[in-house]
């Protein structure tokens, strides 16, 4: 791993001195095809928004195809090293916006021009914060998201639960419930937690006071293993116990809002756009439609909001495409307001503040939005994405889960990863 990394800082090194800065302008191209990278989310929540795109560009441009490619989260990042090393990276790219920084700080992206791009002075301000780098764009923000607990409310009224819970303890308490009622079905869960799920499990962590690392003095370290981060992980290794999902896969595979539409899961933690999924005809259960709700996961403080990952995209040009120009013209379609409502629709919160109100008023959305309230988000260190590549927080998660170590162990582990990779890399 350590050998991919300095082979692809090497290569952007070098191609960096190509790097200019993006216009808004449409120049002549003799190009004929551009390809989009776009994570799977896209093609499965919100593909309206994608073929909207498609259509208002291939309007400016009529003889370009754009071959938008689907690409997952685990195997993205490889792929964009590779295709940087051989000069064949996509033309426009999605990253999460915590997978940024790092490829920023190395010169791998197109440095890009704010004004050129829709609803650019009304940004998400952590979107934008995240396509920035030492004061210059590199990433033009794409949609932000957070999650809240999305739930059976018949299967809550038959367990004798009248309301959404208000603290972390009665959120336990009503899990228990369900699984009272429901969990002699052995595939049963209350709630669906599998074991790699770090953005739900590194909640409990914030809502705790904990952390995942801190900078002092210039140097990471990593503090899952401090008393507040050890208290929150041991309150996820409880929400373990009540859910029947499995202890080593992760939300994604399966997707979880899909097996929450048949009918054997209470709840689970999901973002806005996995609501609509549920209720998909082709792949979903529209039957459920009227028992479905949703709540923000309540703190351990009664009465206030447990932090939540706040997420998202960017959309980013790499210095190897010679199709700048059409890059560019392809996002400002695709982050349109037109584009963007579509996203919304979707269940998601758009790249603009000029949106949110669409969010606040859609009861479903609401409780996603209430909960963006109270974020939390990774450390901001270029080698945050190397933590995400090796896994850590999932593999120590796993551990906790499937009881192969204690709490304290496993955290402990999990820190000493951390400090060594944010502060050299690998």
Known sequence: MKVRYLAVGLLIAMLAVAASTASGGTSRTHATKIVVWLMNDAQSGWPDAVALANRNFKAQHPDVEVDVQ????????????????????????????????????????????????????????????????NGKLFGVPYYAGCRAVIYRTDQYRQAGIKSAPKSLAQWFADNKKLMKKFGNNSNYSAVYFPGKYWYAAMSFVYDYGGSIAVQKGGKWKGSLNTPRALAGLNQVKKAFALSRASKTGDEANPQQSLVFSKGQVGSFWGNGWEWPYALDPKVGNPSIANDMGAYPMPSHVKGRIMPTFIGGSDLAIPVTTKNQSLAVDWIKAFTSTAAQTEIVKAGNIANTTKLLSASKSNPKLAPFARAASSGWFVPNSPNWVNVENANVLQNMLVKIATGRASVRAAAASASSQITRILNTGA
Not at 81 to 90: E, T, Y
Not at 104 to 115: I, N, P, V, Y
């Open 70 to 133: 689907y690409q997952t989260w685990g195997a993205h990042l490889t792929k964009l090293d590779a295709g940087l090393a051989g000069g064949d990276a996509p033309d426009v790219i999605e990253l999460g916006n915590s997978e940024m920084a790092k490829y920023m700080a190395a010169g791998a992206f197109k440095r890009l021009t704010q004004s050129a791009f829709p609803n650019n002075k009304s940004w998400l301000t952590g979107l934008k914060a995240s396509s920035t780098y």
